[in-house]
């Protein structure tokens, strides 16, 4: 079906990502290996669009007949109203990241969170179940990092964020799901003891010379598995010091971009992505 699709009057795939600014993108160079393994004729193009355009460029997908388009930052909401059926997953996380086109039909989808959770398993610890879990941040990142790890049936999360009354409310609008708990800063030492995995989703670390890392590392338990949705740099000052310190097995952000465009690519091309073309292209633009 998918083959009818995009195939039908071209002959070739389109794909693209909207966001602004969107220079910086690696999904180009990361989605283009990926349609050059798969031997599929097409091309994934970078677009900036600005705010006030989200809802003509969405008409223009299905004028163009674009298969599929990525939606990274400032669009993840507000591509939602223009489309004609948004997954009930991103509708909870309230994002979109990845939009199918089928015939005219649109429907956003949300690969961040579920990309995420197969590279932590892939890559840090096959198996979520009855696993503490803690989550630095309660935005958009969080959210869809929180739905998915839920769907793996771990023994708690406490979400802990600045804002503690956002932490507080998430976990409540979640509550039906497991034992999640939102908490501030403040409460961290007395309740990260038991902790299996800690999650860092905030921008905290992406500047190494001017942040301090979201949690002091000499708090951490030993051992644990400790991971950071940031990817540049490649490893944040929280995973190298709770590593150095701590002896914890870190997990840096790269994994969960690549997932999440292995996702997006699947459910464009109906075909397994080639996770190891894509990745390789990804870490050589990544210097
Ligand atoms: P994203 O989609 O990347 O999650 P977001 O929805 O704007 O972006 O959410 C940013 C998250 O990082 C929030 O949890 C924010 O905390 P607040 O809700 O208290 O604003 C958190 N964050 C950003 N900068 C931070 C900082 N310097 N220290 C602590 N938390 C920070």
Known sequence: AATETWSS?????????????????????????????????GAYVPLHVNPDKVGETIQAIRTLNFRGINVTIPHKLAVIEHLDRVDPAAEAIGAVNTIVNDNGILTGYNTDGIGYVRSLKSEAISDLSGRKIMVIGAGGAARGIIDALLQENPASIIIVNRDEEKARRLAVSWSSRGDIKGIGFDQIRGCIGGTDILINTTSVGMHPSVDEMPVDPDIIPEGIVVSDLIYNPLHTRLLLESRKRRGCNIHG?????????????????????PIDVMREALMSSLG
């Open 9 to 41: 009057a071209s002959g070739s795939i389109l794909l693209g990502v909207i966001g602004c600014p969107i220079l910086q993108s690696k999904s180009p160079v990361m989605h283009n290996a990926g349609l050059k393994a798969l031997g599929i004729p």
């Open 253 to 273: 952000g790269v994994g969960m971009f690549l997932y999440q465009g292995a996702y997006a690519l699947e459910y464009w091309t109906g075909m397994p992505a």
